[in-house]
């Protein structure tokens, strides 16, 4: 079944402690994004990839970091998070100029 | 890019026909029109694109009109599980690797 597989689904977590959340799609797409989404304020890109090796920043950056060794994986990474990037983060991925593909989401508490 | 705009939401009831209605004044030539579905805390989800006249899938129609500052995406007979909320995307929103997701349009369906 094709589809865009995060984890974790839910995550609480401490302010200043390290975490990755995976994502993962099985269907060989070359784009790869993330997108937070916050109460008023819609989706929000913060990374996004177009390859291997490939990646830039959204519009949200800040507080970010990923990376993109595989085609399959794109993981999202928050060095010291903090309350402010308490938010709901789904992954997607599609192929160039096709429909996208979301995960089901993380939602992420920092406290 | 052409920005879009929905209304901000619509009730409806089981059965109906909803009809949403997206203005893209500014869209460009080689634009297509994009409709994603998104469920309480789930990952947008396509629905339909369309260039130009009438699209129809097992899910919703889209017409177009021939000067194409605007589409009406129609569900027919709509049931409790179309609550959702729809949005538009036009262009440059919907092609490449950035999808800009407006404030998209609430549907309420109540029995």
């Known amino acids: 079944e094709a589809q865009v597989t995060q984890n974790p689904r839910y995550l609480i977590t401490v302010t200043g402690k390290k975490l990755t959340v995976t994502c993962s799609q099985n269907?060989?797409?070359?784009?790869m994004s993330w997108y937070r989404q916050d109460p008023g304020l819609g989706l929000r890109q913060i990374y996004y990839s177009m390859n291997v090796e490939v990646t830039d920043k959204g519009d949200v950056p800040e507080g970010y970091k990923v990376s993109r060794k595989e085609k399959r994986n794109f993981p999202l990474i928050l060095e010291s998070p903090s309350p402010n990037q308490t938010s709901l983060y789904f992954c997607?991925?599609?192929?160039?100029?096709?429909?996208?593909?979301f995960g089901q989401g993380t939602r992420l508490t920092v406290v | 890019l052409a920005k879009t705009t929905q209304p901000i939401s619509m009730d409806s009831y089981e059965g109906q026909e909803v009809n949403i209605t997206c203005s893209h004044n500014n869209i460009a030539t080689n634009d297509y029109i994009t409709w994603y579905q998104q469920f309480p805390s789930q990952g947008p989800r396509f629905i339909i694109q369309g260039y130009k006249t009438k699209v129809t899938n097992e899910v919703a129609s889209l017409f177009i009109p021939a000067d194409r500052k605007s589409s009406t995406l129609s569900l027919p007979r709509v049931s409790l599980s179309d609550t959702a909320v729809y949005y538009c995307l036009v262009g440059a929103e919907a092609a490449g690797n950035k999808l800009t997701f407006g404030g998209g349009t609430r549907v309420l369906v109540k029995p």
């Open positions: 997607a991925s599609r192929k160039v100029d096709t429909e996208a593909f």
């Open positions: 269907m060989n797409h070359e784009y």
